[in-house]
């Protein structure tokens, strides 16, 4: 089932969901980081990494969504889809709750809420990560119908277009 809306001929929600992944095991690492070291910086770049990831992860949440709506009633697909979709709307939560404890401090240092907040948003991506790697992998979602090992590049239907559905914007 080849995905609704893709870019240069690829799907959009899976090119986004790399930032706030990397973004925030970034922060949580910078944490641990700080914690050992003390250096104001270090906290300084782990809070403006979970802004950051917050915005990438909404942003992937909406194409993720839109992604999901065209997934069939009753399918194990639709259902992995939504625990992938809710698990990852809770790992941005925890990140925003996460930052937002941040906010009060002229450094932004995490204590140890913030910080845990964060270990268990990073130990929940790795399963919500599962389950889209098995979206994709076992159920094929987002695979395009004609994929091969030799198929034609994915360019080679319109440089830049953006694919809505069965038409090209």
């Given at each position: 089932m080849e995905t609704r809306i893709k870019l240069f001929g690829h799907p959009i929600h899976p090119m986004l969901v790399v930032f706030p992944l990397a973004l925030f095991s970034t922060a949580v690492l910078f944490d641990v980081l700080y914690f050992i070291t003390d250096?104001?910086?270090l906290a300084i770049f782990s809070f403006w990494a979970i802004a950051a990831g917050v915005v990438g992860g909404l942003a992937a949440a909406i194409f993720g969504l839109i992604d999901w709506l065209a997934l069939p009633r009753e399918t194990r697909a639709k259902r992995i889809g939504a625990m992938h979709g809710?698990?990852?709307?809770?790992?941005?939560?925890?990140?925003a709750v996460?930052?937002?404890l941040r906010l009060g401090d002229a450094d932004y240092?995490?204590?140890?809420?913030?910080?845990?907040?964060g270990l268990i948003g990073v130990g929940l991506a790795l399963f919500t990560a599962w389950l889209g790697a098995e979206m994709v992998y076992r159920l094929r979602v987002a695979v395009d119908d004609d994929a091969n090992l030799d198929a034609p590049s994915s360019l080679s239907s319109g440089v830049g277009e953006v694919m809505t559905s069965d038409r090209r914007t």
């Open positions: 250096e104001d910086g809710v698990g990852n709307v809770v790992i941005v939560g925890l990140f996460s930052w937002l240092a995490p204590d140890i809420l913030p910080f845990v907040l």
